[in-house]
């Protein structure tokens, strides 16, 4: 298990962009598949993004693809969403999530562990 916690949400204006982080403690961090994902009010949890443990290989909700972009840097334990174009209703808490899988999923199921969300609001 590894702990994780986001950060870098806030208040945007539509158009413009925000980078979300998560710190993971642990010696472990590099062979954890990690993904993003928010749940917007009134509404289900959805998948946003994933990255291998490597970094080379990324899956994207089809709602973000080309405008969102996920990164990592194992070597300080944290990966990133990089937010670009931000609409209303990207407003959302958005989670970051560990997998020890290998595979990429959308799947929240197959992630272990979760951070506590950070609060992204995108005004019109």
């Known amino acids: 298990q590894v702990q994780l916690v986001e950060s870098g949400g806030g208040l945007v204006q539509a158009g413009g962009s925000l980078r979300l982080s998560c710190a993971a403690s642990?010696?472990?961090?590099?062979?954890?598949?990690m993904g993003w994902f928010r749940q917007a009010p009134g509404k289900e949890r959805e998948f946003v993004a994933a990255?291998?443990?490597?970094?080379?290989?990324?899956y994207y909700a089809d709602s973000v693809k080309g405008r969102f972009t996920i990164s990592r840097d194992n070597a300080k334990n944290t990966v990133y969403l990089q937010m670009n174009s931000l609409k209303p209703e990207d407003t959302a808490i958005y989670y970051c999530?560990?997998?020890?899988?290998?595979?990429?999923?959308?799947?929240?199921?197959?992630?272990?562990?979760w951070g506590q969300g950070t609060p992204v609001t995108v005004s019109s």
């Open positions: 999530a560990a997998n020890r899988g290998s595979i990429l999923t959308k799947s929240g199921a197959q992630f272990g562990s």
């Open positions: 642990g010696r472990t961090f590099s062979s954890y598949s």
């Open positions: 990255i291998s443990w490597n970094g080379v290989s990324t």
